[in-house]
Every structure is written in structure tokens, then in C-alpha cells.
């Protein structure tokens, strides 16, 4: 099994509600966010995935937990990061309608029913935070 790396970004905004994109190939609902790219850091990544997917600029402040899976149709062991973020710039946009269908902010209740991979509940991530620290390029 080949290693793929995600970054997922968990926005949330003044109500309270979380956003979430709805994935063509898939058929189904996600937090923002997509593959690690070669020499990419993973905050870079959900910074990038985030703007491709949705328009809007945003900035990692820190990391809520990490899943992983094996793939066994795509032959992948995946990791994803989740990283809470916030809104820096941007509007709201689809750059790459033939991935993404919809955008959609829903409530905390819905985003957990929509998006079943996290057992303790979207709410809890938005409570949680993991120590990530980019220590740079070394030798």
C-alpha cells in the first residue's frame, strides 16, 4: 500500500456551523481539503486545498486530531489531519467544479451526520487541539 497524506481544514463561522464540501468522485461530504503534495508541509497543504476547494483563504491555527485508514480499492494507507482554521481572505467559490458540486455551511449536528468518521463527534473537534510543530529543513 502506497502512504497518502490529507490535510483537512474544520471552519466554523459565527453561528456556530461548520463547512463542508461535497466531493463529485466520491459522492459525498467532507470537511475541505485534499492530498499532501511532494515537499508540501501539511499546513501548507490545507491552506492550498482549502482556496482550491472552497475560495477562501485561510490560516492553520492548530492541529485536532489525526485519522488513518487503509485503503483497500485505491490501495492506499491514508493519514488525515485535521487542522481548525479561520478565514483570512477570500469569497466563497468552486475553482474545479468536475471535484467539488456544492459548498455548504451546516450546523455542528448535521456536519457529524454528513461526515461519520470522527466517533467522538464534530463538536469534540472543535474542543480538541494536538501539538504540531514545523521544525523546518534539516540536514
Do not use: C
Request: glycine content about 6%; overall charge negative; charged content about 25%.
Amino acid at each position: 500500500m502506497e502512504r497518502i497524506d490529507v490535510a483537512y481544514a474544520l471552519l466554523t463561522n459565527k453561528k456556530n456551523e461548520v463547512l463542508i464540501v461535497h466531493n463529485k468522485d466520491r459522492n459525498q461530504w467532507s470537511l475541505p481539503g485534499g492530498a499532501v503534495e511532494a515537499g508540501e508541509k501539511l499546513y501548507e497543504a490545507v491552506v492550498r486545498e482549502t482556496k482550491e476547494e472552497t475560495g477562501l483563504e485561510v490560516e492553520a491555527v492548530h492541529l485536532v486530531a489525526v485519522n488513518e485508514a487503509l485503503l483497500t480499492t485505491s490501495q492506499h494507507h491514508a493519514l488525515f489531519f485535521i487542522f481548525q482554521t479561520k478565514i483570512t481572505g477570500g469569497s466563497e467559490s468552486i475553482a474545479f467544479p468536475d471535484e467539488i458540486s456544492e459548498l455548504r455551511w451546516v450546523s455542528i449536528e448535521k456536519a457529524a451526520e454528513l461526515i461519520p468518521y470522527y466517533p467522538y463527534g464534530m463538536d469534540k473537534l472543535l474542543e480538541a487541539s494536538a501539538f504540531y510543530y514545523d521544525e523546518g529543513v534539516k540536514a
